[in-house]
């Protein structure tokens, strides 16, 4: 597919859902309810979907011990052409140990920036950017997700917190059965 078009998804073109001062509802509750990372994945896609009018199916999402330098961490990657999204999950493992209360969050972030990255938005402050503006429009500027993913920065050091670096694994990627397989006719 060809996302030549992004660029201009920004302004006019994003459709204006929260604005930051209503946050939408039914995201809300939909992201409290969610517990597994494919419910949550489900809800960045219509995120993307309702905002950016753009989505992408038949992706897999992989996870891999990719470990926590002191100065920062890769919360995941997509390798381009690729259809799989890898997560840190030296990461998430830290976060659920240290900071249970900013796992959702933090997983919805990196799951929603990762999914731009498939979609063609490369560039990395444009996609920290869009990610930021997404979550803002439709949970409000309040919420602990836009505040994710406002400070990324802040709260990846926070996550590395007093525990400091951790020393990746060997790189394998396990890849997380059930991923992304609602079927494309479904209307919820
Ligand atoms: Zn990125």
Redesign the pocket.
């Known amino acids: 597919m060809t996302c030549s078009g992004l660029d201009g998804l920004t302004g006019p073109n994003m459709r204006k859902r929260g604005n930051g001062l209503m946050p939408d509802n039914e995201f809300t509750e939909r992201f409290e309810k969610a517990g597994r990372v494919d419910e949550m994945f489900e809800i960045v896609k219509d995120a993307v979907r309702v905002t950016l009018n753009r989505e992408r199916a038949g992706l897999m999402l992989g996870l891999s011990s990719l470990g926590i330098a002191p100065q920062g961490f890769v919360g995941g990657?997509h390798q381009m052409g690729s259809n799989a999204i890898i997560l840190n999950s030296s990461v998430l493992k830290r976060i659920s140990r240290a900071r249970p209360d900013m796992l959702k969050p933090y997983a919805f972030s990196v799951l929603l920036?990762?999914y731009l990255?498939t979609l063609g938005v490369l560039d990395?402050a444009r996609?920290r950017m869009l990610t930021y503006k997404i979550c803002s429009d439709i949970f409000g500027e309040e919420h602990p997700l836009t505040r994710v993913s406002r400070d990324f920065d802040k709260v990846s050091r926070e996550i590395i917190g007093k525990e400091g670096p951790e020393n990746p694994g060997n790189f394998e990627v396990t890849f997380v059965e059930g991923f992304d397989s609602r079927e494309t006719g479904y209307i919820g």
């Open positions: 990657y920036h990762e990255h990395e996609t």
